[in-house]
């Protein structure tokens, strides 16, 4: 397969992490046909010089590479199979960049509509997104790989091929599990300390600075001390979904993770206390004492 270097992109979902790979893309000089389904998010964009598709089969149109970044397997099955959707007119002829986090296995079945598919986990934010310094974990063939390493690595600094497809989802959910139960254990101890009595700012200073917090925790302490958790970096309702397909995939391999499947239901939980679109530390909202309580 030729290696793909120049374009044109598609990419397909302009949320917090496709926005910034198509910026990322556009700044290195690449043609990007974008797509999303509330129109108004391409606006930024188009003024950088991107199409803005009606719908995923314009957006496709003449592309060697279609990048889909929409938030889940319901809105990937849309995207792909809905009336104006990428295989509506028959099988795409580039390569699918799946970046969304979806289960392992509905990459594999993709592969039966689309010859050349790689799935990617992406480890990153929006600033690394649209600065080309995301760390990419990619699951497919070696050929399909190989042909889209350049473009990749526009958009990483790390870009590591892991072996068959469906890997990059298999390591994207790992590192999720990790983020979502070290942010829980994070709100959890100040939960605690708050509730008996100590600073609660003075207990989030500590722990940030302290041995015990990884990078994630020291970033989301600032959630917790400002208790602003609108704008967010990830949303809860996203972690909420990593942690159950997750729990599926030990489920499917026999294994017992009694820590995924507590942030899981907490985070189920929380997303429907209506904290689904708030950043995934609003976690902590669903642990707060009830009115009354006393401590």
């Given at each position: 397969m030729t290696r793909i270097t120049n374009g044109p992109v598609a990419v397909l979902g302009l949320g917090t992490m496709g926005s910034g790979l198509a910026t990322r893309l556009l700044e290195q000089g690449i043609q990007v046909r974008v797509w999303n389904r509330t129109a108004e998010r391409a606006g930024p964009l188009a003024k950088a010089g991107a199409h803005v598709a009606v719908h995923p089969a314009d957006a496709i149109e003449g592309t060697t590479v279609a990048i889909c970044a929409v938030a889940d397997g319901e809105a990937l099955g849309t995207v792909l199979h809905g009336p104006d959707g990428v295989l509506a007119e028959g099988p795409y002829p580039g390569v699918l960049i799946c970046t969304s986090t979806v289960a392992p296995e509905e990459i594999v079945q993709i592969a039966g509509d689309i010859p050349s598919v790689l799935?990617?986990?992406m480890l990153g934010n929006a600033d690394h997104a649209r600065d080309g310094e995301l760390r990419l974990?990619?699951?497919g063939e070696e050929s399909t790989y190989e042909a889209c390493r350049p473009l990749l690595k526009m958009l990483g600094k790390e870009v590591v091929h892991l072996g068959e497809l469906g890997s990059?989802?298999?390591m994207k959910l790992c590192l999720n599990l990790l983020m979502g139960i070290e942010v829980q254990a994070l709100?959890?101890?100040?939960?605690?300390a708050a509730a008996s009595g100590l600073d609660r700012q003075l207990v989030l200073k500590t722990?940030?600075?302290?041995?015990f917090a990884s990078p994630v925790m020291a970033f989301k302490s600032r959630r917790l001390v400002s208790g602003r958790f609108e704008e967010p970096d990830f949303r809860l309702r996203l972690m909420a979904k990593d942690l159950m397909l997750a729990s599926k995939q030990a489920a499917a391999a026999g294994l017992s993770l009694p820590l995924v499947t507590a942030a899981a239901e907490t985070h189920v939980r929380a997303a429907e206390q209506g904290l689904g679109d708030q950043d995934c530390a609003a976690v902590t909202r669903a642990l707060t004492p009830k009115p009354g309580h006393e401590t």
């Open positions: 799935d990617v986990g974990f990619v699951g990059g989802m298999r709100a959890e101890a100040t939960e605690l722990i940030a600075g302290s041995g």
